[in-house]
């Protein structure tokens, strides 16, 4: 009885392997990937897309692994557009010719950039390569380590799985022990002897469900940590590129090689935030920057400076083409030019205090650089026929050691944020005009007056129209507001547009649009101004309707 029941738990023992193999769950094939591991020497890497550039920017490659520098950040440089970062290493080494790795750095690395200098020791940089990832894959102490743990790994889980195995047949064994087989006669057993087996037969299953379960936690734990290894075998660069420092070295003893290199992917911008004190009328302006990058690197602890330089690959002065005129007005493709300015000379390098760490995931940092604190000329200005409000602009004039950059300022008023705005390029001594909001201790009221349409002899129409603006100071000082409005100008014979007197005269601008005036009011504490303005409008009747939606 027994034998055939051991020979039933053991007529499919494939399906039982199957079984094991599901209840593992693993991403990857183990008796695959066992064999792969058996192998003395690794299989050739294919080329990989998307590496290293080659003098220009590349597209930014994100290895399926997080890089695993084996050296020291020491200190990063952000231009506009892209970073120079510097790695050290202090390794020990024999005399004569010997390599240093950097292993672990970015995908997006311009090759060109590349440079290494020795801090210390008695040694001579005699080459710097990058390792391109193609190829067959160098066995370094790296690889054969992380091979070893594979190997282990591998091995562990290969013992877990015949551990499942054997649990699953012992739960076959279990299932088929009541059975009793064809043509057997058996007699009754008793209900005690019943109970008794049924108890066993459940302390059994419970014992062997937990084994089972045990034993799967046990094989997800071991996959999750063989998979990354068995990517790192299999992608030379999955935790990042390697660049081989060529030394002739001197004397045996400890050698400190520092690694320089340009890498695409990081950036920063400024953003200002301008603070006006009502009460002194003085302006604070401070500059940040949002330094940014998504190389993948981790900048830990990093010395952190940030450059305005915007570098051009070749630096040429540009050179124009002819510039060609024809029929069709000016032939644009005629002003191309060749070659490129590189904005590098002269530029600006901030050196950020203290020390940074800003990760590689597209992750942003704003940085304090700069403040000034100056006097500003306040000037109030409303145009009602837009909005009532009347707005403050501040005059500052920038007397920083380098122009300020183009960006976004945040306007404040005492501690109250008030709106957003841009500037452009502004030089050192340039003036700089600041908005900061509302000033709502002044009162704007435009109101419809008056408005009348007659019927000419001709078939043609009159309307007359009049506005009354009104301008209320609330502050406990005079104010000085500007006001501009307009009426309309036409562009065809057969509409005529004459302007009423106003009630003030408007200031004289030159440049001022078509049928745009403005008013400077001078305010006392608590008074008010009026403004009134008027035009009348002559047009054909048939055009009264759309004078109407154009007037009103």
């Not at 562990?156 to 022990?177: F, N, P, S, T």
């Not at 990093?302 to 029929?327: K, R």
């Not at 837009?386 to 300022?409: D, H, K, M, Q, Y």
């Amino acid at each position: 009885m027994v034998l055939f029941l051991i020979a039933a738990a053991f007529a499919n023992p494939n399906a039982y392997a199957e079984e094991a193999k599901a209840r593992m769950k693993l991403s990857f094939d183990l008796d695959e990937v066992q064999g792969e591991l058996a192998m003395p020497a690794p299989a050739a890497a294919a080329p990989r897309a998307g590496g290293a550039a080659s003098g220009r920017q590349a597209a930014v490659y994100v290895p399926p692994l997080p890089l695993e520098p084996n050296s020291i950040l020491d200190r990063v440089m952000v231009l506009r557009d892209r970073a120079i970062v510097t790695r050290t290493r202090a390794v020990k080494l024999s005399s004569g010719a010997q390599r240093v790795r950097f292993e672990g750095l970015p995908l997006s690395i311009d090759t060109t950039t590349l440079a290494a200098e020795l801090r210390g020791g008695r040694a001579k940089v005699v080459g710097v390569e990058l390792v391109s990832g193609s190829g067959d894959v160098e066995e370094t102490e790296r690889i054969l380590e992380t091979r070893k743990n594979a190997v282990e790994l591998g091995a562990k889980l290969g013992v877990v799985r015949d551990q499942i195995e054997a649990l699953l047949m012992q739960r076959a064994y279990l299932d088929g022990a009541l059975l009793t087989p064809n043509g057997e006669a058996r007699p009754a057993p008793s209900l005690d002897v019943v109970k008794g087996t049924l108890g066993w037969l459940g302390e059994a299953e419970r014992d062997l469900a937990a084994k089972l379960r045990e034993n799967e936690d046990k094989a997800q734990k071991l996959g999750e940590e063989l998979e990354p290894l068995l990517t790192k075998l299999r992608d030379p660069v999955a935790t990042g590129m390697t660049v081989r420092v060529d030394l002739d070295v001197a004397a045996e003893g400890s050698v400190d090689v520092a690694l320089r290199y340009c890498v695409y992917g990081a950036s920063w911008q400024p953003a200002y935030s301008a603070r006006l004190d009502p009460d002194s009328n003085m302006v604070t302006l401070e500059t940040n920057a949002v330094v940014a990058q998504s190389t993948g690197e981790m900048w830990t602890n990093a010395t952190l400076q940030l450059s305005t330089a915007s570098p051009v690959v070749g630096g040429a002065a540009p050179q124009l083409n002819a510039w060609i005129l024809d029929e069709s007005g000016v032939d644009a493709g005629s002003l191309a030019v060749s070659g490129a300015a590189a904005s590098g000379a002269g530029a600006r390098v901030f050196d950020v205090e203290g020390r940074r760490t800003i990760a590689g995931d597209g992750s942003q940092a704003s940085i304090p650089l700069t403040s000034q604190k100056a006097p500003t000329v306040l000037s109030l200005a409303t145009v009602p026929r837009v909005t009532p409000e009347v707005f403050r602009t501040a005059a500052v004039t920038w007397t920083g050691e380098s122009p300020l950059l183009p960006g976004a300022v945040a306007s404040f008023v005492g501690g109250d944020y008030v709106g957003s705005a841009n500037i452009v390029a502004v030089a050192p001594g340039e003036a700089l005009n600041l908005g900061f909001g509302v000033d709502d201790r002044i009162r704007v009221d435009r109101r419809l007056v008056s408005r009348k349409v007659e019927h000419l002899m001709g078939g043609r129409t009159r309307t007359t129209v009049r506005y009354k603006t009104t301008v209320h100071n609330y502050a406990k000082v005079a104010q000085v507001v500007r006001l501009t409005d307009q009426v309309p100008v036409s562009q065809i014979d057969r509409i005529t547009v004459s302007l009423a007197e106003p009630s003030l005269a408007p200031v004289v601008d030159p440049e001022a649009p078509a049928g745009v005036s403005s008013w400077q009011l001078a305010l006392p504490a608590g008074g008010e101004m009026v403004v009134e303005t008027g035009f009348t409008v002559t047009a054909p009747r048939e055009l009264q309707s759309r004078m109407d939606q154009m007037l009103f």
